[in-house]
């Protein structure tokens, strides 16, 4: 249940019920929401209990969340939609993001040739695999640390913050080590539970993505382990579930979109080429996306996709994505929206 | 004009005018000068089949270009 108090509610108050409600034996947590108390209860609410709440002159009302026990995520526990700080880049909000780059981190120069390209064409973020999981062992397994290291050279010396997918909790301190401003949690991973308590202790930016066959319950619920362990920034990103369709590598399911607005606070993001896997589709299914309501669209660039060492098909080229950004700024615009700010480059890098 | 038609003019002027001042940030964010709109107006032009008349389009961009220059900083 989420407890709303009234704006302006006594700190010694809400005090008082929070440990009224800890009695009762539920698991209690407070909102980070500055404008007024909100506190989400973990466990059953017995009855006499919620009409006791219910009653209180100092609380406004007591909501169920729309999934049972997915509070902290839940859009009752904020006055706004959320916004997270990536490296300065703020997703969520009004501003659409564009994050672009590498499937794979396949080499210094290369990173580094991708990153400038996609940093002129206004990507906000740069994406690159250090670790990928693979449905063969025998594909390209990534560069891992090392890889991480190009990433985040190369983010520097173009001026953008970068992210990278974690697959193994043992692997945080060479995230952190690295300072890679965001830790990408995969489709594979979605359900890692270990994974997901040791990602959410460091409270970096986190980048969530739904599980190939993941229900959207499943998904917040995996959110809610995120930010019930210490992480306050967590975004999502639909990438396409598993469907009886064969003619695309996923399918993507916008039809979630602006449900998820109405369920969660947490920023939503697309990721069109995993779902779809075919380039050219790439441009129309961002524009869904976005008109569906995400905050922006994470794509994949290459300057010579048939060499890529992963993912070639879905993967953009510099002009191609150049054009997709353009597009995004002015369906934004259309929408009311605008196109995130470009970030400012590091003084000497270019 | 009936209540809907009204409501889609509304609409129209409110992403026309979304537009104009998404073009005035990007403006604000880059850092060099863009180059001369003249032969980028011309371009537009030559692409253009919509029923807006052309002398139009020039006044019209010429406007946006005009106001956009003076709040840049």
Redesign the interface.
């Known amino acids: 249940m989420i407890v709303r108090f009234q704006a302006g509610a006594a700190e010694e108050v809400v005090q008082e019920v929070r440990e009224r409600l800890e009695r009762a034996g539920l698991r209690v947590m407070r909102s980070l929401e500055p404008s007024r108390p909100i506190l989400a209860l973990a466990g059953k609410l017995e009855r006499s209990l919620a009409k006791e709440l219910a009653a209180h002159e100092a609380i406004e009302r007591v909501d169920s969340p729309p999934v049972p026990d997915v509070l902290l995520v839940a859009r009752g526990m904020r006055e706004l939609h959320s916004v997270v700080d990536v490296g300065g880049v703020r997703v969520g909000g009004r501003g659409v993001v564009v994050i672009a780059g590498p499937c794979s981190v396949e080499g210094r120069e290369a990173v580094l040739d991708v990153a400038r390209a996609v940093r002129s064409a206004g990507a906000h973020i740069l994406r690159g695999g250090a670790f990928k999981p693979r449905t063969n062992p025998y594909a390209f397994q990534g560069f891992g640390v090392e890889g991480l290291r190009q990433l985040k050279d190369a983010g520097e010396a173009v001026g953008l913050p970068v992210v990278s997918e974690i697959m193994d909790a043992a692997d945080v301190p060479a995230f952190l080590e690295h300072d890679i401003d965001c830790l990408q949690i995969g489709a594979r991973n979605m359900q890692n539970f270990s994974l997901l308590k040791a990602v959410a202790r460091v409270n970096r930016p986190v980048l969530l993505k739904r599980g190939l066959a993941a229900t959207v319950e499943e998904w917040l619920s995996a959110a809610e382990y995120l930010a019930s362990g210490g992480c306050e920034q967590v975004m999502l990103c639909e990438r396409g579930i598993r469907t009886f369709e064969k003619a695309t590598r996923n399918t993507l399911d916008l039809t979630i979109l602006p449900l998820l607005r109405e369920w969660t606070h947490l920023p939503i993001l697309v990721d069109p080429a995993h779902a779809c896997g075919i380039a050219r589709l790439i441009p129309a299914l961002s524009r869904a996306s976005i008109a569906a309501g995400a905050d922006g669209v994470a794509v994949e660039v290459h300057l010579d996709p048939s060499t890529a060492r992963s993912d070639g098909p879905q993967a953009l080229l510099p002009g191609e994505f150049a054009s997709l950004v353009a597009d995004t700024r002015v369906l934004s615009g259309v929408l009311g929206r605008n196109l995130h700010p470009a970030p400012r480059a590091a003084p000497g890098r270019a | 004009m009936t209540p809907a038609e009204q409501h889609q003019l509304r609409a129209l002027d ?2 026309i005018l ?2 104009v ?2 073009r005035l ?2 403006l604000q ?1 880059v850092e060099s000068r863009p180059p001369s709109g003249t032969a980028a107006l011309e371009d537009l032009l030559r692409r253009h089949t919509g029923g807006f008349p052309a002398g139009g389009v020039r006044e019209l961009f010429g406007v946006i270009d005009r106001h956009c220059s003076e709040i840049r900083p």
């Open positions: 409110r992403a979304d537009l001042d998404e940030r990007l964010e």
